[in-house]
């Protein structure tokens, strides 16, 4: 077999077969196909996509390409999460206690975030003490135990993903369809879920800008993961203004526990609540999403959600009085209002670069080696569809340096005020086959 021979195949729009694929991948992970080769194969799955059993084929390549978490050892069905992206995406934090005080057992492996703030792992670490360098048999012995544990990404998970990554990165090969779904998803399956529910953003602070393209890639992993034994489904969630009121590890984290009390922003809640619900459903532990969210609301209410959050954070490592004293965690030394320059209604907040502004006070990661200040970011005080009037804040900045006059200078670029604006649609679509 030769990789030439393959790389001509998919060019010319032929269908590879599953050895085709399990030699290209394999070579790849070993380096026996050089990156010239991977990358032409790259831009020919591009322009000329894949099947479904192709993809399938890609994803589970690519999950046998390394070492997967073997999670059998944990009782009941193990359900995850994954969220394409966004700004001020908190669902993890809220949605983690929230379904594992239903008895839903929550094996959570995160990373670190690039982009406008950090990942779930980063803002976890705004509380102190909080780690997640525990061993495989301490991760499976919590999440046995207390229903939730988080540890950090293996080095070895999808080693052919890793590499891939890369060069679709650096050859114009990111937006397609097939690559982008048997990466998202051959994580996923490494990690040993049963079932596996996605948050599939759409917007302008989204990976995926239109509904169409979220669509296709929501259905592309559905079909991924039902192939190959792992019930999945996906919902389509709003990502044209940021998630929430706050941007920021910190300030997010506040956020998750306001949001587990019950007195969180609206639209996170509603979110959380509709993740939450397929979450419980998929793990038995109700039989209608109606009864699963009846289910949620009542945790929330009791006040048992927010304790397994502090029984989490106790658990590893973390000092769990913040979730009731939050002003222990990191504070910002400015706090700035950003006033509004006209009444009316607000009709636009541009996510991604509302997000870019708090990366610019230092919330998240340009590059890997950047070091985030988790005390910083963004506040919002007004949503799209919001009246505000003339010097009323629209948010406030928390910063640690006084002159944030290109943050003021980015935020009145991208959030716009009319004489009305309606309310954008959260939940765009739901997709189970």
Known sequence: ??????????????????????????GYTKGTIPDYQASSLAMAIYFRDMNDRERSDLTMAMVNSGETIDLSAI?????????????????????????AALGVPVAKMSGRGLGHTGGTIDKLESIKGFHVEITKDQFIQLVNRDKVAVIGQTGNLTPADKKLYALRDVTGTVNSIPLIASSIMSKKIAAGADAIVLDVKTGAGAFMKTDKDAENLAHAMVKIGNSVGRNTMAIISD??????????????????????????????TELVLTLGSQMVVLAKKANTLEEARKKLIEVIKNGKAL?????????????????????????????IDVPAKESGFVSNIVADEIGIAAMLLGAGRATKEDTIDLAVGLMLHKKVGDKVEKGEALLTIYSNCEDVENVKAKIYENISIASHAEKPILIHKVITE
């Open 1 to 26: 077999m030769r990789m030439v021979d393959i790389i001509s195949k998919k060019r010319d729009g032929e269908e590879l077969s599953t050895e085709e694929i399990n030699f290209f991948v394999e």
């Open 307 to 335: 304790d397994k959050f502090k029984l989490f954070l106790k658990n590893q490592g973390g000092d769990s009085s913040v979730v009731d004293n939050p002003e222990k965690l990191p504070q910002a030394k400015y706090k």
């Open 75 to 99: 009782e009941g069905i193990k359900v995850d999460k994954h969220s394409t992206g966004g700004v001020g995406d908190t669902t993890t934090l809220v949605l983690a206690p929230l379904v």
């Open 239 to 268: 990502m044209s203004q940021p998630l929430g009121f706050a941007i920021g590890n910190a300030l997010e984290v506040k956020e998750a526990i306001d949001t587990l009390k019950g007195e969180g922003p609206e639209d996170l």
